[in-house]
């Protein structure tokens, strides 16, 4: 197979040609104990797969935030969810991922990412 077909290939095994959103989880070891970074990362894994949502997945060594994790963060959404359990993570996959409804007593921040030379969902100018 050729670089370009590897590459694309991956893409295609990484879910990016259907996904609607991504995921990354941090597992620690600074924010939490990476024990419990696994565990919320497996289930993540096994409910991802087993719904078959477009939603690609990304485990993250640290989001420097090191307190309060493990981290769990939505994109294009920019909410970022803490303390994920496995419990938690699986409420996450369904209700936010599957029904579009953000599980809002446990996010912690909300940042979309926007453009800088483009107005933000607001409507206001481009920060400079
Ligand atoms: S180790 Fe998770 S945010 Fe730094």
Avoid: N
């Amino acid at each position: 197979m050729a670089r370009k077909e590897k590459i694309e290939a991956g893409f295609e095994k990484a879910g990016l040609p259907t996904a609607r959103r991504h995921v990354f989880l941090c597992t620690g070891p600074d924010c939490c104990d990476p024990e419990a970074g696994q565990a919320a990362w497996d289930e993540l894994k096994r409910r991802l797969k087993d719904s078959g949502l477009p939603v690609m997945r990304t485990k993250a060594a640290c989001f420097r935030v090191c307190h309060g994790g493990p981290w769990l963060v939505v994109y294009p959404d920019g909410i970022w969810y803490g303390e994920m359990t496995a419990k938690r993570v699986s409420r996450i996959v369904t209700e936010h991922l599957g029904e579009g409804r953000p599980v809002k007593e446990w996010i912690a921040q909300v940042h979309p990412l926007e453009p800088a030379d483009e107005p933000d969902r607001d409507g206001r100018p481009p920060r400079r």
